[in-house]
Nanobody
Framework: QVQLVESGGGLVEAGGSLRLSCSVSDRRLLTINNMGWYRQAPGDQRELVASISRRGVTNYGDSAKGRFTVSRDSAKREVYLQMNNLAPEDTAVYYC??????????WGQGIQVTVSS
């Protein structure tokens, strides 16, 4: 069974920072390709926040550029999202996404991030 466990969300004031973490629990130790974060605000579609390939190549959604940093620890099978200078429009449920080689993808259960003005 493959599970993703997210942590680090919560309530923060505008201008503040949060760091999200996502840990992959997988007894078979499937090879991980891309890891990333998506978010979905009420009434909106899920959108890419940031992703990172196995080689460390990063890709950011427009809303994240210059403020958020995605990183991964492949040995720990974890991915992180450092979010700085948060704004109320960043309020959303954030989802971890992991793409496994030859197996498919898995989503985390989602974690709430709320930014107050």
């Amino acid at each position: 069974q493959v599970q993703l466990v997210e942590s680090g969300g919560g309530l923060v004031e505008a201008g503040g920072s949060l760091r999200l973490s996502c840990s992959v629990s997988d007894r078979r130790l499937l090879t991980i390709n891309n890891m990333g974060w998506y978010r979905q605000a009420p009434g909106d579609q899920r959108e890419l926040v940031a992703s990172i390939s196995r080689r460390g190549v990063t890709n950011y959604g427009d809303s994240a550029k210059g403020r958020f940093t995605v990183s991964r620890d492949s040995a720990k099978r974890e991915v992180y999202l450092q979010m700085n200078n948060l704004a109320p429009e960043d309020t959303a449920v954030y989802y971890c996404n992991v793409l496994f080689a030859g197996w498919g993808e898995r989503w985390g259960q989602g974690i709430q991030v709320t930014v107050s003005s």
